[in-house]
């Protein structure tokens, strides 16, 4: 995972700045698996410097003016273009009571310097294990508007991203931004990031739950980030929970707590690298999972 | 002069460093500012394997890149250099010793030529077997790193052992270690251990160096021992010393690593290469991890035998250091850790051994403590692990065991001096500001517990004997003063110190006295080095006597004005004046270019005054028992810690700290305190987080400040207690002794011993990361682990959640 380039200077390229989406289609058409596209840059030129990539044409994306767009209804919820950097979704505290668990994962990410640079559909398309915010988006049920030469596609952000650096987006598309439906009323969110002497948290956990019955949420979406190549989305967790919404809300509870972590015991396969054995990773998903389960069901 | 406790006007008051104003607007200059006319650049390329046999290089097609000027590999440079051992050679010649090391330098007209350059050298290696630990590096049979070491210039105080891979060997004696471990009521036998670390400084090394067609090397660098280089330099390079000019501009941070010879040789080399036109080479960040030198790991194997009532009677302990591929000045590192093992104890029976060791790991070098955080990392530890088996409290066994300055003699045999500091005030000071018996909050969390721990420090300059310093103290007409002085300036306020001295002895206003910032060898006055906390003692001393001779010019000139004895003459104020007749007054700055008398006639000269101070006492140590006087003083301290650690996680957080030195005198009060926050920080990171990371291959795997944490701001303690203690050291510029390293030495063993306090769990080795601290509570004290996951899983009922899972109590540790 490291960005260590023994380089002050990046590899020759040409640079574009469409002003268009049409205009950067057209490029991509043109350079096919030559081009790179470009929003903050912050994953971008670490790579560069290390060599890692080596494309003819760079597109920087920061000229087109209809992805630089931040837009919130009622009845679509939240739009956030391509361009939009972290601190601009910041500045909105509106945002941040409709969507505690994509807030929270947002502003520990990094410091501020970066944040002023890198972009939420940048962060997404890097597709590295360690990035915050995908578990959080995944967990809003967020979807992602892919525009190519044959028109417009959206896809659910957890099929979007596909391993390591893989995405399902084809060398003549690109993200043109990221759609994050409303959540449910009585939705509480909540991101766990662990990262006490590391810059990445060893495991991340993005938590919503909504729909409420006897302090027993009907919904939730407990999804894992830093544990493998792409986030992990506890389906045992969400079951437990609807299994546990009839009769009496505290028995549940405890079944709903035991049923969840022996999901974390028996099914969770954290990865192992030079941050933090997969052991220690799988412990620390039996805590943060055990921490967000008090909060989702109240017990403090 | 010197010890009177009068009212100062300068002396323990708190200033602002001298060097801040153009820190702060961004308008002071660093090596990498340097820019000369025609200047090339300069790119290293470096080895990918860990040991192996170069075949070939071919600079074919890298040298067809445009604006490559000319690519220099090993052969062109075929001696080696060195400060203590000679071991190390510009670009690695016939073979390469670890990954990272250089094999070949381009230098083109522009960087981009250079990188592009360097990325097209292609070297042909055959590998050679490679060894990665210090414990294979010392089996019979192991592949041996330096062929050559019979052929190695070394320094007369240190023993390489030829037809091994020990760079040094060093051994310390006293008494009969053996024996009395043998009749010891009590023995821990342990294993500590410490990774490589990285100096971590802001500025990587950087070099601008100029082969001037006169023979004459000039060399802006960015490193901490501007005279030193020279000499070093000058020696490799065969040349004349005056024809060496190493400008010092301002450094970003040293930390050691920047001290003796760096890559000022190889890049003058180049410019000499490249027609004489001035050649810069900056290292990135990778570079600096794994192409420069960084801090030593190392193992160490402890026996302590220890009495009923707490005495310390024997130490048995060995040190194997990893010093990497080339050992440097590791070598000395050793030596220090091996002398100094016996921190502020006195300890009747001694036997310590301590080997540097080459692997084919990242070479390493000084660092902040040099020696000293290694032996302290184990000792505060048994201190405190023999109290507890003892039923004593830490700090009534480190009274039972603490030297006496007056009485006591060091482990190397020294009489320590009456003045030398006190350490029992040091540890009573430690007990009145963190109270390690007092209450201890409880936190919310039960399964996060606070505790508090503490341990010493002592810590004196590791130095040749004969190391030396001078300072030139030059009059301006009106009256002002330029202090020429070589000691380097990288963050530590030591000419801001030496300022106010002057100013002080003087009675001038502070911004009359000015150090120039960025110097050079050939208009500075020489000192030894900027290493072992030594400038404000070596550099204070040399300008007091620049001061007396300066004073004794003033007051002969006076004297003869004011036609009275000399005896008569005082100076202050900025003037001269005579004794209880005020009115007879000449300012310094009617003296200062020479007095002139109402009809025209002239006396005295511009004033200039010159001092110099070398240690008289200190000597080389014994090479079969290690005694002897290593330190011109020894700067006493502590630190303690109130910590948080999470059961569940094994996090550690510093939430308090306590920092206190016995400095014999504060100068300046606020360059203390920084030094102390500044070592209380770098400690506590190093400390828990910090590991330069290694594969089976030998890559470092996070040469890079995103995956190699150091601490942020959000890990900063909430709040850190600085205490200076004066007990001063006559022969000290003042009275004071330095302060700079002893503030990062105990703060390791302090966190390490407040865990153990609480929970009885041993950590053994640094970092002290969550990881690792989880895995010694699941190994030690699964019971607690097990009650947290509990208090953290439990359903509704949460009664039991109130009840804390440890509590804390003197000495002892008790669970609930």
Known sequence: MSFSSPYFTLP??????????????????????????????????????????????????????????????????????????????????????????????????????????????????????????????????????????????????????????????????????????????????????????????????AVVASGYEHGIPRNTRFVYGGIADTPVVATGITEAFRRGVTGDSVAHASEIIKESLLWVRNSAQPLEDNLASAEYRKHLMEVVTLQALREVLGVR | MGNEKTRTRYIGRSIPQNDSPLKVTGTATYASDIELPGMLFAKLVTSDRA??????????????????????????????????????????????????????????????????????????????????????????GAPIIHEHMSEYRVFPAFSPVPGTNIANKFVLKRGDAKAALDKAHLVIEEEFRMPRVSHAFMETQ????????????????????????????????????????????????????????????????????????????????KEQFVSAAVREAFIAHVKAGFEKDGKFVAYQADFIMDCG??????????????????????????????????????????????????????????????????????????????????????????????DAGDPRRVLSTIVKELKPNGRIPESKEPWVIRARGFALNVKGPSQPPNASGSSIL????????????????????????????????????????????????????????????RGLFVDGNATLGAIREAKAKIVEIS???????????????????????????????????????????????????????????????????????PSIFH???????????????????????????????????????QQMDGGMIMGMSISLWEKMQVDGQGWVTNPNFSNYYIARMKDMPGEIRKVAIETPQEDGPWGARGVGEMTMISVAPAIANAVFRATGVILRDEPMTPETVWLA?????????????????????????????VRVKSGQNETS
């Open chain 2, 777 to 805: 509570i699941r190994e030690q004290r699964p019971d607690l682990l097990e009650k947290a996951m509990k208090a953290l899983g439990g359903t509704s009922d949460t009664t039991h959640l109130q009840r804390p899972l």
């Open chain 2, 635 to 673: 700067t006493f301290g502590g630190t303690g810690v109130e910590i948080t650690l999470n059961l569940l996680t094994g996090e550690i957080c510093v939430e308090k700290g306590v920092q206190v030195e016995d400095i014999g005198r504060v100068i300046n009060r606020l360059g203390v305190e």
């Open chain 2, 51 to 140: 040991h192996a046999k170069i075949l070939s290089i071919d600079t074919k097609e890298a040298k067809s890149v445009p604006g490559v000027v000319a690519i220099a590999t090993g052969s062109d440079f075929p001696f080696r250099i060195g400060i203590y051992v000679g071991d190390r050679d510009l670009l690695a010649t016939d073979k390469v010793r670890w990954v990272g090391h250089p094999v070949a330098a381009v230098i083109a007209e522009t960087l981009q030529a250079a990188e592009e350059a360097a990325e097209k050298v292609q070297v042909q290696y055959e590998d050679l077997p490679a060894v990665f630990n210090v414990r294979d590096a010392l089996k019979p």
């Open chain 2, 474 to 533: 030059k009059f301006n007409e009106d009256g002002s003063i330029d202090l020429l002085v070589g000691t380097g300036l990288f963050g530590q306020g030591t000419t801001t110190a030496l300022c106010m001295i002057v100013a002080e002895e003087f009675g001038l206003p502070l911004e009359k006295v000015r150090v120039p910032f960025e110097r050079g060898t050939d208009s500075t006055a020489y000192t030894w080095q900027t290493v072992g906390s």
């Open chain 2, 206 to 285: 950087t070099v601008v160096a100029l082969y001037r067609r006169d023979g004459v090397v000039e060399v802006w660098s960015s490193l901490q021992s501007p005279f030193a280089a020279r000499y070093l330099m000058a020696q490799s390079l065969n040349m004349p010393v005056n024809n060496v000019i190493i400008h010092h501009p301002f450094c970003g941070g040293g930390f050691g690593g920047k001290a003796g010879l760096g890559w000022e040789p190889l890049v003058a080399l180049l410019s000499k290469m490249a027609d004489n036109k001035p050649v810069k080479l900056i290292l990135s960040r």
């Open chain 2, 325 to 418: 591929g080339y050992g440097d000045y590791t070598v000395n590192v050793s030596r220090t850790t091996g002398y100094a093992a016996d921190g502020s104890y006195d300890i009747e029976n001694l036997d310590v051994t301590c080997r540097a060791v080459y692997t084919n790991q990242v070479p390493t070098t000084a660092m902040r403590g040099f020696g000293y955080p290694e032996g302290h990392w184990p000792l505060e530890q048994l201190l405190d692990r023999a109290a507890a088996r003892l039923h004593l409290d830490p700090v009534k066994i480190r009274l039972v065991n603490l030297v006496k300055p007056g009485e006591s003699t060091t482990g190397t045999g020294e009489h320590l001096r009456e």
């Open chain 1, 12 to 205: 020759k390229f040409t640079y574009f700045r469409p002003k268009s989406v049409g205009e950067a289609v057209n490029l991509l058409q043109k350079y096919g698996d030559d081009a790179r596209l470009m929003a903050g840059g912050v994953g971008l030129i670490n790579m560069l410097k290390e060599r890692l990539m080596d494309p003819k044409a760079l597109i920087d994306l920061k000229g087109i003016p209809e992805l630089h767009k931040i837009e919130y209804s009622e009845s679509k919820g939240l739009l956030v273009g391509a361009t939009v950097t972290l601190n601009e979704i910041l500045a909105n505290r509106q945002l941040k009571k409709i969507y505690p668990a994509l807030w929270e994962s947002i502003s520990v990410l990094s410091d501020n310097n970066l944040r002023n640079r890198s972009t939420l559909v940048g962060d997404l398309c890097e597709a590295t294990p360690w990035v915050d915010s995908p578990p959080s988006l995944i967990a809003y049920q967020s979807s992602v508007i892919i525009t190519g030469p044959s028109g417009t596609r959206t896809l659910p952000v957890e099929s979007f991203v596909r391993g390591m650096a893989q995405l399902d987006l084809k060398n003549d598309e690109l993200v043109t931004a990221v759609s994050i439906p409303k959540p449910g009323k009585d939705s509480r969110g909540r991101y766990y990031k662990f990262a006490k002497g590391t810059e990445f948290g060893l495991v991340n956990l």
């Open chain 2, 559 to 629: 004297s003869q004005v004011f036609r009275v004895p000399k005896e008569d003459v005082v100076v202050r104020d900025g003037a001269a004046s005579v004794r209880g007749r005020p009115w007879l007054k000449i300012p310094l700055s009617d003296i200062a270019m020479a007095y002139t008398y109402p009809n025209g006639n002239a006396i005295g000269g511009p004033l200039i005054g010159t001092g110099t101070w070398t240690s008289v006492l200190n000597s080389y140590l014994n090479p079969e028992t290690g005694q002897g006087i």
